[in-house]
């Protein structure tokens, strides 16, 4: 399965993937998880939100258990962010008829579409749609960087975009949902442990900040007379950095567009794109705050205006306590495997709203993700497959 998948949406130059939603690549992977649920004899569908689930049992039954993940991928992404717990979980399904369980709750694999949210600038697109946390309207509005809006995108894959919107029907079917997920970080590395449980998700969310000047001439306009939003951004950024040190949070502007974008021409206008995260959502206000700030205060002296528009935000998750400490039980045969917190957005924090959720982590030695450097060895995926197998049938068979 590792295999078939690794070619698709790869950039020959970067080795990174570029697996955007709706896109070719997107497609590409979408037809490799339906032969995958086919190949099982597991029976497919495609919901209204363009999800992908294929069942082991009758999904109406009710109270199924739930795995996987997404396949898409942020620019220049690494093979294991999504990918890992769709493979996973189909290698999962695969263990427990190996061994002979028996479920006696319905089982599914899930993909979930544009959870990296790298062409419509929103995470978990698919997922929010189907827990009603995203107004269809400001879905139908979404626009890549050409201009082409989600609606478009979809139909141009083949799905009906007048279909998307909440799906209380579906997960009313769901008795829990265990994600599998490569680590983003080194704590399990640093503890010696192949796998791991998730506690917590960060809140988190997503600003965009428009610096406005005047654009002019680079070679004749005096640095006195300019009215330049690179200046303004490039102190925001570093401010950024600054509040989130200070706070014990996380600040990063990992997105900028500039117009008219001439190297011998000053700036009319700056884009830039802020992601911060902290452990709870009063430091989380209080970094952007200050960041937003330092941006006006820093504006006011440029001769720009700031404007600052939060695009998304996801409050802090905190994983069901039974089903997480159910989940850490089972994945160490117990031993109860480190239970820790994380930063990263995932469809797991999504559902949590509205069905139990939890999550198991597979070591990553390099720490990396959203890179071409993340990873995770073949045994400690081996270990992941296992645990996650070993969850499912404590879940589903007893």
């Not at 979930?112 to 879905?139: N, P, Y």
């Not at 000047?213 to 600054?242: C, F, Q, S």
């Not at 600040?251 to 206008?269: Q, Y």
Request: glycine residues 12%.
């Amino acid at each position: 399965m590792w295999r078939d998948l690794a070619g698709i949406g790869r950039h020959p130059s970067s080795g990174g993937y570029r697996r955007f939603a709706w896109t070719a690549a997107d497609t590409d992977c979408r037809a490799w998880f339906e032969e995958q649920a086919r190949a099982r004899g597991l029976a497919y569908e495609v919901d209204r939100n363009g999800n992908q689930w294929a069942w082991l049992g009758d999904p109406a039954a009710g109270d199924a258990v739930v795995t996987g993940s997404h396949l898409d991928s942020v620019p220049d992404g690494g093979a294991f962010d999504g990918p890992l717990g769709v493979v996973s979980a189909f290698a999962a399904v695969d263990e427990l008829r190996a061994r002979g369980a028996d479920p006696n709750k319905p089982l599914a694999v899930v993909n979930f579409g544009d959870e990296e949210g790298a062409r419509f600038g929103l995470a978990c697109v698919g997922s929010r749609l189907t827990a009603g946390q995203l107004d269809v309207e400001r879905a139908r509005e979404l626009r890549d960087a050409d201009g082409v809006s989600l609606p478009q995108a979809m139909e141009r894959a083949g799905r009906d975009p007048e279909a998307i919107g909440p799906d209380p029907e579906r997960l009313a079917r769901v008795g829990a949902f265990v994600e599998l997920h490569v680590e983003q970080g080194r704590a399990l590395d640093l503890g010696g442990h192949p796998v791991g449980a998730a506690s917590a998700i960060w809140p988190h969310g997503r600003w965009r900040f428009d610096f406005r000047g005047e654009a002019n001439h680079a070679g004749t306009t005096r640095l006195e007379d300019r009215r330049d939003p690179m200046l303004t951004y490039a102190t925001t950024v570093l401010a950024a950095r600054k509040k989130a040190r200070l706070a014990g949070a996380l600040a990063t502007f990992g997105k900028v567009a500039v117009e008219p974008g001439g190297v011998n021409a000053i700036a009319s206008l700056v884009r830039g794109w802020l992601d911060s995260r902290a452990a709870d959502e009063q430091t989380l206000a209080e970094v952007v705050t200050a960041i937003e700030q330092t941006a006006r205060e820093r504006g006011q002296r440029d001769g720009v205006t700031v404007d600052v528009v939060r695009e998304s935000f996801t409050p802090v998750v905190e994983f069901a306590h039974e089903l997480r400490d159910t989940v850490a039980a089972l994945a160490g045969r117990g031993r109860p495997v480190p239970v820790l917190p994380t930063g990263a957005g995932h469809d797991a924090g999504i559902l949590s709203a509205r069905v139990p959720t939890a999550m198991l982590f597979v070591r990553n030695p390099t720490g990396v993700s959203h890179a071409p450097a993340e990873h995770a060895a073949e045994d400690d995926c081996a270990a992941g497959v296992t645990a996650l197998a070993d969850v499912l049938e404590g879940l589903a068979c007893r």
